[in-house]
């Protein structure tokens, strides 16, 4: 093993909790009005950015820039790219608010997927992964919501994402990106519900049959004489 790949073992947990950070420092620009705050968070959005694309060249090196490791992980590099969009906020001046909108969008999805990423990395239980990638979808899904002018109160909009995540149902604004939200987040919460009792069906299965598993095997041991039956 190369010193490069022992490099990126070890970062690997470090950069999962980065992507963690960076989310909420997204959010921060989102919410912050005082000018220093703002500033602040800009300049450690940009450091975090830095060292994201910095992992991600590492792991190309690794790799040896080989085109099956741009053909895995092209997504991960337009990600990387989006940020650079929010150069382009200076265009609200000349009225292109549109493309800065489009800039700010690409901005909070980009945190999202590098949140969702660092969940994984950081988790290795289902149902704990799956709490995290909720809790991330719900930040994505309010902040585009309050982004977009669904809801003039962020707060508000935290707890429609909230609930239609949850329930599947919740958002009231009729705007078009707040329907489109609206069938995704729904969608989501049905693949949530079934995959959550799935696994609690499995676990119970499993406690409920008391023979013991020899390792390696797939099914029960017989059961000793005169052991109560599982049925």
Do not use: C
């Not at 490099?7 to 420092?25: E, I, S, T, W």
């Amino acid at each position: 093993m190369t010193s490069a790949e022992i490099l990126a073992r070890r970062l690997d947990k470090p950069m999962g909790f980065l992507g963690v950070v960076f989310l909420f420092v997204v959010l921060g620009q989102l919410l912050a009005n005082d000018p220093l705050l703002v500033t602040v968070l800009t300049v450690l959005s940009w450091v975090f950015w830095a060292v994201f694309v910095g992992e991600f060249l590492l792991r190309a090196y690794i790799a040896g820039f080989h085109r099956t490791f741009w053909a895995k992980n092209w997504w991960q590099l337009i990600f990387l790219l989006v940020p650079f969009l929010r150069f382009f906020r200076a265009l609200e001046a000349l009225r292109f608010v549109r493309f800065a909108r489009f800039a700010r969008f690409g901005s909070v999805i980009s945190a999202g997927v590098r949140g969702t990423r660092s969940a994984g990395r950081l988790l290795t239980g289902r149902i704990g992964w799956l709490v995290a990638v909720t809790a991330v979808v719900i930040l994505v899904a309010s902040q585009m919501l309050y982004l977009s002018g669904s809801y003039e109160k962020y707060g508000q909009a935290l707890h429609e994402a909230a609930l239609a995540t949850i329930t599947g149902g919740g958002i009231e604004a009729t705007d078009a990106l707040a329907q489109f939200l609206q069938v995704v987040l729904a969608v989501y919460s049905v693949v949530v519900f079934a995959t959550l009792a799935g696994s609690l069906g499995a676990y119970f299965l499993r406690a409920a049959d008391p023979r013991p598993v020899a390792p390696g095997l797939a099914e029960p041991l017989p059961a000793p004489p005169g052991a109560p039956s599982a049925q």
